[in-house]
């Protein structure tokens, strides 16, 4: 039997193998990578015995614990589901007042309001509810329609505003401007009356032609002061919070175009605890009462 070579640089013996004159050393793998590996297998013979493991013609192994996720996942589900309708009769017998007093309560109505919310509203009102132009936001004290009372948001929610349900909120902003209802002139005018309302400076002369105006067309909804009415869904126009934006050109597009957003009804589409839970979830992360 012959000897191997060594290397003459290394003095490791070589495979014997050589390609284009370079020779390949026989290096012995680290002491600690073959103690990984046979601990590997070891691992893998233990898991063959204990687990699911080994594929046949109408089977699988089971595995001496008979462990298998799927049979796990569906326990947890039902058990989610237990869980929820528990909670969902309970949230259909129960008042709004009695789900906000009821700790446990009110922290399921809170879970399943936030996932609602995160489904159906966030495109609209944003992840936080807060909101964006043309969009009204959710987490501050003023409201369009009501005082923010947690009867206001669920009626809200329930029946839409300019909706298709039979009660939804309805309020119309007229389109000056487009039903050639006032001249660009007098809408000029009346943007900087309404400017001067939100205590900003504005052009008084202007101001003063668009008096008679503002109380021909708009003291009805917005007051002789222009504070609004949440009953009509008429906003303040006299503090700094304004859904379509509070530049001079914004107000002007307003008063001309009069855009009126719509606030889907919720009614025919989520059962009467989920309208609960959702309403719970908006009060307590919002302003107002």
């Not at 026989?26 to 699911?52: D, E, K, Q, S």
């Not at 009204?136 to 009372?149: T, Y």
């Not at 839409?160 to 809408?187: C, K, N, W, Y």
Request: net charge negative; aromatic share 8%.
């Amino acid at each position: 039997m012959s000897q191997r070579e060594s290397d003459e640089v290394t003095g490791v013996e070589t495979t014997g193998h050589e390609w284009d004159g370079i020779k390949e050393l026989n290096t012995p793998l680290p002491r600690w990578w073959l103690g990984l590996f046979y601990i590997c297998i070891a691992w893998a013979v233990v898991y063959w015995i204990l687990m699911p493991a080994w594929p046949g013609i109408s089977g699988y192994t089971k595995g001496v614990r008979n462990h298998s996720d799927r049979a796990e996942v569906a326990k947890q589900l039902a058990d989610l589901e237990r869980v929820r309708g528990e909670g969902a009769v309970k949230l259909k017998t129960a008042s709004l007042q009695e789900i906000e007093q009821d700790p446990e309560l009110q922290s399921f109505a809170l879970a399943v309001g936030q996932s609602v919310f995160g489904d159906n509203c966030a495109t609209c009102h944003g992840a936080g509810g807060t909101g964006a132009k043309g969009y009204p936001n959710l987490r501050d004290d003023v409201w369009l329609w009501g005082d923010g009372s947690l009867d206001e948001i669920h009626q809200t929610i329930a029946v839409g505003v300019r909706g298709d349900h039979d009660e939804t909120r309805i309020s119309q902003m007229p389109a000056f401007g487009r039903d050639q209802m006032l001249t660009a002139a007098q809408i000029n005018d009346l943007t900087e009356y309404v400017v001067a309302l939100s205590g900003s400076q504005a052009d008084k002369v202007a101001v003063g032609r668009a008096a008679p105006i503002y109380a021909e067309q708009c003291v009805a909804c917005h007051g002789p002061a222009g504070k609004g009415d949440p009953a009509l869904g008429a906003p303040d126009l006299t503090d700094g919070e304004w859904l379509y934006g509070s530049r001079r050109e914004d107000i002007r597009s307003q008063i001309e175009n009069g855009r009126n957003g719509v606030m889907p009804s919720w009614a025919g589409r989520f059962s009467p605890e989920t309208i609960k839970a959702l309403a719970v979830y908006i009060h307590a992360n919002a302003g107002g009462q």
